[in-house]
């Protein structure tokens, strides 16, 4: 069977922005197999229109900690601010970690810490900061964790107010034990993970996931923010809602 | 400081539909501290003029399983067809569970097997049936867990192909250690859990943002399917996914 | 290179009792791919002198729920006070689960949910029932998830009241995406997961460290009572404890 | 009631030796909520006799990453060696962390990764380094989390090679939503936690059982070796290990 090519690919994500974080452990971004799936989700990002800012999180001197600026909290230095400039200007935030011991990397928990200390911030409707950009995670390991890393990068992104779209989720993992990492060279075969058409599937309606789910809020101006105005509801209004009864004895 | 009164709630709910699906291990609705909270949301929705299906699925006959009638693999009876029909049916699904030992319910995990049962489904878009549909969670316990018990429920509905909101989720515990279940009557005080306003403001923003979200994807005739049509896939069109580069030696 | 034929195993395992709880959706013990991963320990232990308990939970009777006997909560039939029977009779507890969406089966959930039911009963010395007892997990898949059931399950042994041996967990899974499950027969090789060096070897180290710590704890006539003494607590023992400095302003 | 005061603890605790890892964000220990939670475990095990030894990671320069020494792998420098040489020494670790976003903190996974990047180092008898030791987690949060970054922990713990003794876990949280932390002082009344029964009773039996098992542990020499010596098993010692039969077709 041969794959389709299309002369174009539609339009829906042509005024978007991206931003890609990759929270691999590996301080050069060529040796991390993490970057080699995220490269294909940025590839189809690029060549629909949109704009692609990528940080490797490894690269930048960023503290942990869970306020905005961590020069006011300790720290002689702190690149988090300007990471934050360019998230805040992004529609789509894709975050992308390998899998140590199950879980994510170490850095992956630094940015959501990071991005959890901004979760104060209101835009002008009273919603939080993050409403209106959507939110999507990849993963790879050479061990089990997918589904598990998956879930706690997806969750943390809707709890900051990101708009999670169907199936945003995609990775690889070898087979059970140890064994080679997504992109490694194999003599004589295919680099490893380069053959799973459920990886390229995934990753692909991820991808286009999160441009029509961007797609749609950004022509919508967003949520409405009735219901989720938390200014509106400090001022007491309840928006409908009201006690229930007591359970029954 | 009074609480605002809206002569009417906006019109975005008016022709959704939403399905309402307790997983408390009581067998008796009226006893479910879980359904007192689920209430709340049904209520909001009610007035906003949405369309209610509520099960309680304890009172149903629903073997465990992942086929989408077990009375084709080994079980007498199977009420799950025609609650899927309702499912099937909803623009909005929303799934509470109490906490047991840190988790959701048995009942919410069999619901969750039988919604996999039928993730190989496709609408006439070759996309998961599921499509369209948007997710929520809420979690009552008198034990931590409640961000656990929503990031399994919320990662479920979102893997199948709902789309999570922001802040799709909302819940109660009570302090540390043993004490009342929402609801709970309590001398001389209101009922457990009716002083939070944190829960409160939290169920409101949930109702809302899943109103909010089912209406631009109703609006949008759903999400597109460039991308994730998996009939698409199998012909072999690739979306503009390419393999990336090997990782460097 | 040759296996080592030892002539016989060592007699660490000669009085100790086994219950091993297989919680499979498939009603047909003989159809478990995960049944077929738990007969390589329980024949470990066999040969090693245990006696082994195999409960097969789709094939009881048993409803959800947080109590000792359901019958008494609204259900006519309830075979869980036979099987805790068996359970309280045994030095060793084994739980066997298939993933789907990347938990434990809703029959896993079940098991747990009826053992937290007991963990109000203490016995002589004050202490949880459980204590006394070590736990294991095995899980078999044709998905990801290994470690988070792994995870789930190990930790709600442990706070029942089990001690965890080192690496007291194992199992299977396929390669990422859909694919045979654990000893499904393929054309031409080896049932799938039976090539497994790392499957076998942790099934191996789990089935022996449960059977070591088995032994310490049964000699040692279980753990020592002070400090975990629930009885003496509430008599206002605090064996040592006191309260700290508040944090620093 | 009165407490009762005991003459003298028990000696079981006498020459064991425990590290106490706090991953707490706050540069300074003496504000950190967590910090006085364990304070009253290792004062209970400094009283009965055992020798302690405190990190607070926050203090130390360690790079992230799964190698033993990062200065080998591009980092300028990196203070693990030095408290790996305390953990290698230790019987007891006892894992601090606090909870953000539902997780554990970035220190506290970057210890994970660091613990991880160990484990392929064996003893004399081929087992992991970490056998012999037992291991605790302890908790705090202004939110929900805490069963759930408990669970993480042991489970990594075990994963290791440590024993993981009943209820070897325990925390404080406050009650849902935004609130004080553990320790804080309050207007007119006790710093916040102080009034848990709960948080008391199980820091004192989480620090009891790790004794108590340790105890077991070191008079037994660790744990017997047959069944886990990875070295035996590469020379194809099986320790009664056997494939099973597929599965029923």
Not at 3 to 12: G, I, M, N, T, Y
Not at 82 to 102: E, F, K, N, Y
Not at 112 to 136: A, C, H, T
Not at 174 to 189: A, H, M, N, T, Y
Request: proline residues 6%.
């Amino acid at each position: 069977m041969d794959v389709v090519d299309r002369d174009e690919l539609p339009s829906a994500a042509r005024d978007l922005s991206t931003i890609v974080i990759n929270t691999s452990l590996k301080p050069d971004p060529s040796m991390s197999h993490t970057g080699r799936l995220m490269d294909t989700s940025e590839n189809i990002m690029r060549k629909a229109g949109t704009k692609i800012t990528h940080i490797h999180l490894a690269d930048h001197d960023v503290p942990p900690g869970i306020f905005s600026d961590m020069t006011q909290n300790g720290f002689d230095t702190d690149e988090w601010p300007s990471i934050w400039s360019a998230i805040s200007d992004a529609d789509i935030i894709v975050v992308g970690t390998p899998i140590w011991l199950r879980q994510e990397s170490s850095l992956c928990r630094k940015l959501v810490e990071r991005l959890y200390g901004m979760s104060g911030k209101l835009n002008d409707e009273g919603q939080s900061i993050f409403y209106g950009k959507v939110g999507g995670a990849m993963i790879t390991g050479n061990e089990d964790g997918l589904k598990h890393c998956e879930a706690n990068i997806l969750y943390a992104l809707q709890h900051l107010g990101c708009t999670i779209p169907p199936q945003a989720d995609c990775g690889w993992i070898g087979k059970v034990g140890p064994g080679p990492s997504f992109g490694d060279r194999q003599d004589s075969e295919r680099p490893a993970g380069f053959d799973s058409d459920f990886t390229q599937r995934n990753t692909t309606i991820m991808t286009w996931n999160l441009i029509h789910a961007a797609r749609l809020l950004k022509d919508a101006g967003g949520l409405p923010s009735y219901g989720n105005d938390r200014n509106a509801w400090k001022d007491c209004d309840r928006f409908g809602f009201e006690l229930p009864h007591p359970v029954a004895d």
